[in-house]
């Protein structure tokens, strides 16, 4: 499951989609909030990994967003 989420997040998104990144991400720290009521550490280092997977995608969609924008700006001087 770990795996076809970091596939997903590399290959399979939208590459200037952040918004799918955010929401797993907030899911993953929801749940490590409710992890420290009854602590599971095989849950706990899934759910690390989750959110750690999520800030990749989040990085790769903002920079792709950048560099759309550059160059949709450089198309319209030239």
């Known amino acids: 499951m770990l795996f076809a989420y970091f596939w997903q997040q590399t290959r399979g998104v939208r590459e ?4 799918h990144p955010v929401i797993n991400g ?4 929801l749940l490590l ?4 009521y009854k602590p599971n550490p095989a849950s706990i280092l899934i759910e690390f990994c989750w ?27 030239s």
């Open 16 to 19: 200037d989609d952040w918004r």
């Open 26 to 29: 907030v899911g993953a720290v």
């Open 33 to 36: 909030i409710s992890l420290i």
């Open 51 to 77: 959110f750690g997977i999520s800030i990749i995608g989040l990085v790769r969609a903002l920079r792709a967003r950048q560099r759309a924008k550059r160059e949709n700006s450089s198309a319209t001087t």
